[in-house]
């Protein structure tokens, strides 16, 4: 049975996604270290961490297909539309970037585990000082009541995590960075892997190949990296 690549501390490669397990869907390699220079590498490349357990190996993946969305393809329901229109939810961008990783990294369910290790906050808190991560941040007055993270390299923004205290504040989060990257012209948001939630915004199947195509033209020269803003 083929197993995943172990990579090595210190390594900055990844072996090609395709060849990334299809039971459990997408595990490409096992190691490594969560430097900036192997996430971005892994981003580029289609790759991503998640991991539950802090004293275990990172997990990487490349899962097939991949859940997209297209900036102005995302689907605005009648109630959030009328939710948007009441401007109550407040969103700005990167003025709370580790307060949305730490509401991100809050128990949920029955389980009360999460994925968010304090590796993975530290490692994303380093991209966000170097101007590839950002976050959307949704505010009722002046509380912080929802939003999101991801990671933004040329065209493409890899979506990580998102949370909610308050109806729709999720939602308008990513309504709004939606907005903001169709006009940026930004291509996809990447979802990583497809639920009932995401699809209901729009998000669709992608064939890893057709992902990885994408990938290869997107122009990581053009990164708009810094904090970011909100067009006037």
Same mark, same amino acid.
């Given at each position: 049975?083929? #197993?995943?690549?172990?990579?090595?501390? !210190?390594?900055v490669a990844f072996p090609p996604p395709e060849q990334a397990?299809?039971?459990?869907?997408?595990?490409?390699?096992? !190691?490594?270290?969560?430097?900036?220079?192997?996430?971005?590498?892994?981003?580029?490349? !289609?790759? $991503?961490? &998640?991991?539950?357990?802090?004293?275990?190996?990172?997990? &990487?993946?490349?899962?097939?297909? =991949?859940?997209?969305?297209?900036?102005?393809?995302?689907?605005? %329901? =009648?109630?959030?539309?009328?939710?948007?229109?009441?401007?109550?939810?407040?969103?700005?961008?990167? #003025?709370?970037?580790?307060?949305? /990783? *730490?509401?991100?990294?809050?128990?949920?369910?029955?389980?009360?585990? *999460?994925?968010?290790? %304090? %590796?993975?906050? #530290?490692?994303?808190? +380093?991209?966000?000082?170097?101007?590839?991560?950002?976050?959307?941040? *949704? &505010?009722?007055?002046?509380?912080?009541?929802?939003?999101?993270?991801?990671?933004?390299?040329?065209?493409?923004? $890899?979506g990580e995590s998102m949370f909610s205290r308050a109806t729709?504040?999720?939602? /308008?989060?990513?309504?709004?960075?939606?907005? @903001?990257?169709?006009? &940026?012209?930004?291509?996809?948001?990447?979802? @990583?892997?497809?639920?009932?939630?995401?699809?209901?915004?729009?998000?669709? +199947?992608?064939?890893? =190949?057709?992902?990885?195509?994408?990938?290869?033209?997107?122009?990581?020269?053009? *990164?708009?990296?810094?904090?970011? @803003? $909100?067009?006037?």
């Amino acid at each position: 049975m083929r #197993q995943p690549v172990v990579l090595k501390p !210190g390594a900055v490669a990844f072996p090609p996604p395709e060849q990334a397990l299809t039971e459990p869907n997408g595990l490409l390699a096992i !190691g490594g270290e969560l430097t900036s220079e192997l996430l971005l590498t892994a981003y580029a490349g !289609g790759i $991503f961490p &998640w991991f539950n357990d802090e004293r275990g190996p990172i997990l &990487w993946w490349s899962p097939d297909p =991949r859940a997209v969305i297209e900036p102005d393809g995302l689907k605005i %329901s =009648r109630s959030l539309r009328r939710r948007l229109a009441r401007g109550d939810l407040r969103v700005t961008l990167d #003025q709370a970037f580790g307060e949305v /990783v *730490t509401g991100c990294a809050a128990p949920r369910g029955m389980g009360g585990g *999460t994925w968010i290790t %304090s %590796s993975i906050r #530290q490692a994303y808190g +380093e991209l966000h000082r170097l101007g590839f991560a950002h976050s959307a941040e *949704t &505010w009722l007055g002046e509380e912080l009541v929802g939003g999101l993270y991801g990671v933004s390299i040329g065209r493409m923004f $890899f979506g990580e995590s998102m949370f909610s205290r308050a109806t729709d504040a999720s939602k /308008v989060a990513i309504a709004r960075l939606a907005t @903001q990257l169709s006009n &940026w012209e930004f291509e996809l948001i990447d979802c @990583q892997i497809m639920n009932p939630h995401l699809r209901s915004l729009g998000a669709f +199947e992608m064939p890893r =190949r057709e992902f990885l195509a994408r990938l290869r033209n997107n122009p990581t020269v053009t *990164t708009r990296r810094g904090i970011w @803003q $909100f067009d006037e």
